[in-house]
């Protein structure tokens, strides 16, 4: 009698094992079954993989002193925004159109009375016009407003792609301050899609002899306007505070030339 009850313990618990056993294995076979799936599925995701500024030459333009023709060029320098992209997914990926957000935008304010005639036209992929309406000062641009150009480029599936953009003002008058923006930067991509990189700030060389970028650094003279350079120093150190910023080259250079001078107000050098 004891032998038979036990058998049927046993025999029960047998059961339960294998039922447990291939619960298991159904378990294991449905999520083996999902992940083939989704591993068969096209997949595409496009992510920023990093974003740099920088002056360089390169740019086609003209020059003119107001009293000839215009006179081509072919190696002006200007502001280039190079941004990384990478495409996580099987399929190619296509960027369709750039768009620059403007949150700030002008010129520093002139520290040298140094005029000329000679102006400089660079042909950017985005041009800040020179008929931008500005605020009281006359030099700082009324914002947010946006420029935007169309692209047509292709990135292969797993692969890293670099998109060039570039960007300045409409001229560059002999002896003019330079020109800075502050943008976000939208890439559309595949039927309407948005990729945003930003805040990034820039600045351009300017066309003062007295106020110019030089190597890693930048060359500034003793002002001829008094106050000047600590004007310049306030504005470009609340920029620099800008949460998640990524400077350009000279914009960051910049700030710390200013910094050493130890122009703009105490709270400038925190």
């Known amino acids: 009698m004891y032998s038979t009850l036990i058998l049927g313990v046993l025999a029960v618990l047998m059961n339960m094992r294998d039922f447990s056993v291939s619960e298991e294995a159904d378990r294991r076979a449905r999520e ?3 992940i083939g799936e989704e591993d ?3 997949r595409a995701g496009v992510e ?4 740099t500024a920088a002056l360089r030459g390169g740019l086609p333009g003209t020059s003119t002193d107001g009293r000839a023709s215009p006179v081509p060029e072919d190696d002006l320098r200007g502001v280039h ?5 990478r495409n996580l997914g099987d399929t190619p990926a296509v960027l369709s159109r750039a768009t ?16 000329g005639r000679l102006v400089h036209r660079a042909a950017y992929g985005f041009t800040v016009p020179d008929d931008r309406p500005t605020a009281g000062d006359g030099r700082t641009h009324e914002t947010p407003f946006s420029l935007s ?10 692969t890293y792609e670099k998109v060039r953009l570039t960007v300045g003002p409409e001229s560059v008058p002999e002896g003019g301050s330079p020109w800075y923006g502050v943008f976000d930067i939208a890439l559309e991509h595949d039927g309407g899609k948005e990729l945003r990189i930003g805040p990034v700030a820039v600045i351009d060389a300017g066309g003062s002899s007295g106020f110019r970028p030089e190597g890693k650094g930048w060359h500034i003279e003793p002002e001829d306007i008094a106050g000047c350079i600590a004007r310049n120093a306030a504005l470009v150190a609340e920029v620099m505070r800008t949460p998640g910023l990524t400077a350009s080259a000279e914009f960051a250079a910049l700030d710390r030339e200013l910094r050493s001078r130890h122009a703009g107000s105490p709270e400038d050098h925190r």
């Open 100 to 115: 620059l957000a403007f949150r700030r935008s002008g010129h520093l304010e002139p520290c040298h009375r140094r005029e």
């Open 40 to 42: 068969g599925r096209p």
């Open 48 to 51: 920023p993989a990093g974003v």
């Open 32 to 34: 083996t079954e999902r």
């Open 81 to 85: 925004v190079e941004v990384t992209v």
């Open 149 to 158: 150009a169309g692209l047509t480029r292709r990135i292969s599936p797993n």
